[in-house]
């Protein structure tokens, strides 16, 4: 049940408010200890790398899966990076949302400014303004609070912008700012004559691009498949949080003061879900143990919590500030958070390149293990985007698609899930040799107890009202109704085997990474998700898909062109690959 709305909202940490003498008078000497330990306590702002910036020329800028592709080996390694396009747009932001969206009004979020002690008592929560704003009285009420700060609305140096928004959430106590998040809609133009809104890195179109695998996801969902918008003021704050799914981020600044961002790299998630666990949240207000419960509370989206804590226990954290104009592309499994300096208006959406797959793949497993309903659909999107690139010429999609590489981390996947589901299949078969087979299934259906979406074979069950997945079999072999019991498969799941099996040979039989390419066991495979597994699970599984192994340089000097993205090729993986190569061999035989 949604918790009671605060009638009034509380700027009196910046309001300059009148004071008694007496409280004057201990508010100084107060004063006066934050001021000498500033400088120690907030030297750690100056120890965070910020992350690459990267400066596309006009040839680079024309498909942006492609080039988060060609930057992500290197700037996933960041968790988050900053693209300067080479286009900028011809309309104002407020002009758009007026002449677009007549009658734009909005109802922002209450944030309180302070740091939570993460108790049953004190943890925080956002909760839902009882005023509701058009774009600009937002403004206008933005720049207010930051002129009664700061003597002025305008922007002040990003440094001293950092260390005063963790101060004040240090001395918080009352003191709450309003942030309109999750709004719905675009600011990107619809005019013919704005270069940048009739491109495709317009947010309302780049979900559903050809490389995306958003695209076979027919339903609409905002934030994930449509933009929304989010406007801020001073302080305004996006807790830390991974992206539903794991998946890809990208981030436009219309217009307004400028956002700082934090970012860990995928590849350290399991450490800063650890670090959370036990350095932020208290046991008492977790629902599972381990950093499933840490998980789950992140996923509320209003933690929020000084890097410092992650750079105290070696948890790599990087950093960016982001300017107008400006897009900001977080990468799978990425953590994120960040602040605004002052009134500004951004928008955002998901999208799915092919080095996400093995990323949803752990990402579906792990909802299906806290039974967390998923947004979207990962078996269907997995299955329709391997069997269409089975459909393809290998030989001459390496000659002709520089992205051909990127392939092997849909069809790694894939051959594992069909493996998965031809296991637990044979398996209800020997426990069942009464088994109805039907060969109806044509869409995914939801399991009513891991709410997994399974698109390639489910079981009715005279136990159950509702389908259940295959992989329960634990259940299954415990039912009651005399294992009176229906398994719905796909017609198609022969052929689906068969390209498994074809995507397991050409896995297992290349050589030498070719573009870069080199397989290893990545962290996500090594999660826990995958230590929960059943023995059984885990003599079953398939050969992992790798990461790609190499790294593009980042052009720092503001020019654009080549030296954006030149790639590099890097080797030293020959005898992980071998070890790989083998163990899908000694599988496939």
């Known amino acids: 049940m949604p918790m009671k709305l605060k009638q009034k909202t509380d700027f009196s940490s910046f309001s300059g408010h009148k004071q008694s003498r007496k409280s004057r008078k201990s508010t100084k000497h107060l004063k006066a200890f934050h001021a000498d330990r500033t400088n120690d306590d907030l030297e750690w702002t100056n120890q965070i790398t910020e992350c690459p910036v990267y400066h596309p020329s006009v ?16 700037a996933s390694k960041y968790g988050i990076c900053k693209i300067v396009p ?10 758009v949302i007026k002449k677009e969206k007549p009658g734009f009004r909005f109802t922002p979020k209450v944030q309180p400014l302070r740091f939570s002690r993460w108790t049953l008592n004190d943890k925080n929560s956002f909760l839902i303004s009882s005023k509701s704003y058009t774009l600009r009285d937002f ?30 959430m240090t001395r918080g106590k009352k003191g709450t700012v309003e942030y309109g998040v999750n709004v719905d809609g675009s600011a990107f133009s619809s005019s013919s004559d704005d270069h940048l809104a009739n491109s495709k890195w317009n947010l309302k179109k780049l979900p559903r691009l050809p490389r995306s695998a958003l695209r076979f996801f027919e339903n609409d969902i905002p934030g994930v498949t449509d933009p929304m918008l989010y406007i801020g003021m001073l302080f305004s704050m996006f807790a830390w949080h991974v992206e539903d799914h794991y998946l890809y981020s990208i981030n436009y600044h219309h217009c307004g003061a400028p956002k700082t961002w934090y970012g860990v790299p995928g590849s350290a998630a399991d450490e800063f879900e650890k670090v959370i666990q036990n350095h932020v949240y208290t046991r008492e207000i977790l629902s599972t143990n381990g950093s499933e419960g840490a998980f789950e509370m992140l996923a509320e989206k ?9 750079l105290q226990n070696h948890v790599p954290v990087y950093k960016l500030v982001q300017l107008p104009g400006e897009f900001v592309g977080t990468f799978p499994r990425a953590y994120h958070a960040g602040f605004s300096h002052g009134f500004n208006c951004g928008e955002a959406v998901n999208f799915a390149a092919r080095d996400w797959f093995p990323f949803g793949g752990f990402a579906n497993e792990r909802y299906a293990f806290l039974q967390k309903k998923p947004i979207i659909p990962y078996e269907e999107i997995l299955c329709k985007e391997a069997m269409l690139l089975s459909s393809k010429n290998p030989k001459k999609d390496y000659m002709c698609d520089p992205d051909a590489d990127f392939n092997r981390f849909v069809k790694g996947p894939f051959a594992s899930l069909i493996h998965k589901y031809d296991d637990a299949i044979s398996y209800l078969k020997s426990l069942d040799r009464s088994l109805s087979i ?24 005279n136990c159950r009202v509702d389908p259940i997945c295959v992989f329960h079999d634990k259940e299954l072999s415990k039912c009651t109704c005399g294992m009176n019991r229906t398994l719905s498969m796909r017609g198609d799941l022969p052929k689906m085997k068969n390209v498994a099996k074809k995507f397991e040979d050409e896995l297992s039989g290349h050589k030498g990474g070719v573009g870069g390419v080199e397989y290893v066991d990545t962290k996500i495979q090594q999660s826990n998700a995958s230590a929960r597994e059943s023995k059984r699970t885990r003599k079953q599984r398939t050969c992992n898909t790798g990461k790609v192994n190499g790294g593009t340089h980042v052009n720092m000097t503001g020019k654009r062109g080549k030296s954006g993205i030149s790639p590099r090729m890097r080797s030293g993986g020959d005898s992980r690959l071998k070890e790989v190569n083998k163990k899908c061999r000694k599988r496939a035989s």
Not at 303 to 309: A, D, L, N, R
Request: aromatic content about 10%; glycine content about 2%; overall charge negative.
């Open 302 to 310: 209003t933690t929020m919590f000084s890097p410092k804590i992650l």
């Open 86 to 95: 080479p286009l900028i747009p011809t309309a104002p932001t407020g002009v």
């Open 139 to 168: 403004e206008v009420m933005a720049n207010r609070v930051s002129a009664n700060k700061y003597c002025l609305s305008g922007c002040l140096p990003s440094a001293y912008m950092e260390r005063e928004f963790w101060l004040e």
């Open 438 to 461: 039907l060969s109806n299934l044509k869409e995914s259906v939801s399991c009513s107890i891991c709410k997994r979406d399974c698109y390639v074979a489910h079981v009715n069950c």
């Open 59 to 74: 040839e680079e800028f024309e498909d942006p899966l492609r080039y988060f592709q060609q930057i992500a080996p290197e």
